[in-house]
């Protein structure tokens, strides 16, 4: 989801669709995400059943970028298998799939090759892991097809992760040697321990959203009191320029080092004159009521906002 708010951000983006405010509230949005990540432990704990297997084949396998891994079944679960494997890194992995032209299209996704069903005996030779995930009412692993190929590489550990209903590997195959069978129910144990484990960090996540939130609020009164500060020091600085100017064309003599006195004057008294009410705008820029201060700065100061600029309503000398 997190990666799905950030696409859509930037798509806004580079459509120029997003406004300063729609830009803060998915900056805080991301924010929250990648704190929730980097500073909960809420992430380290997998979601789905697809996940528990793979972080199952992870505790026998060690790391799964150099293993090989077939996985049976083209549909929602198998699908998710081989988005979690691409997420590892994992290289060499093939599909079965009943329609090879599912299998065929999942594929070109994840950079798989396709094996045709009748050669999954043949492949669980190959294989360091299988993921299987079929609506097939038989199981599609029999003890003989197991033991058959672990005779080809008998110290060489297989994990089998059968997360179809009903299941696709036969119970007698957890007996043969060097074979590790997760089946559905096992892969849910797992899932509803990482789902405690998940839940028990939902307050700690809840934290971080209030803070972001708080910091998220203050940021938009800010927001609509900052206008306010640029509109009133355009409006004094027009004036400052208008009343120099009309003073000039009562001195025309005036030599260019008393021009720069005049104007360095005028500066500073715009600057001081400005500087505690600026202040104070920006401190009341948190609180509540930051709008209705904006409102009343804008009709003491004759300030209207035209495309963010003041409208000095300054008349001609």
Do not use: C
């Amino acid at each position: 989801i997190l990666g799905q708010v950030t696409d859509a951000y930037m798509a806004a983006i580079q459509a120029k669709t997003s406004g300063p405010r729609l830009k803060a509230l998915f900056e805080a949005a991301i924010r929250v995400g990648k704190r929730a990540r980097t500073e909960t432990s809420i992430s380290k704990n997998p979601a789905s059943t697809s996940s528990i297997a793979l972080a199952q084949a992870e505790q026998i396998l060690g790391d799964l970028r150099y293993k090989r891994v077939l996985v049976v079944g083209a549909g929602e679960m198998g699908l998710l298998a081989l988005k979690g494997l691409q997420h590892r890194g994992v290289t060499q992995i093939a599909i079965a799939n009943r329609t090879r032209q599912r299998a065929e299209t999942a594929a070109s996704l994840y950079n798989a090759r396709v094996v045709d069903m009748a050669e999954l005996g043949t492949t669980l030779a190959w294989a360091d892991a299988v993921v299987s995930a079929t609506s097939a009412m038989e199981p599609l692993f029999t003890q003989p097809m197991v033991a058959a190929a672990m005779a080809q590489r008998p110290q060489w550990p297989l994990v089998l992760l059968d997360i179809a209903v009903p299941r696709d590997v036969e119970t007698a195959v957890a007996s043969i040697p060097n074979v590790h069978l997760y089946d559905a129910d096992a892969l849910q144990s797992s899932l509803d321990e990482a789902y405690a484990a998940r839940q028990a960090q939902v307050p700690a996540v809840e934290n971080i959203i209030e803070q972001e939130l708080d910091a998220f609020t203050n940021r938009m009164r800010a927001m609509v009191i900052q206008p306010v500060i640029a509109d009133l020091r355009q409006k004094a600085e027009a004036i400052r320029q208008q009343e120099v100017e009309r003073a000039m064309r009562h001195l025309p003599d005036v030599n260019p080092e008393t021009l720069a006195q005049l104007q360095h004057l005028s500066h500073s008294l715009v600057n001081k004159l400005l500087h505690e009410p600026t202040l104070h705008l920006r401190s009341k820029g948190q609180e509540e009521e930051a709008a209705v201060y904006a409102e009343t700065v804008r009709e003491l100061f004759g300030l209207r906002a035209v495309n963010g600029q003041a409208e000095s309503m300054i008349r001609k000398p």
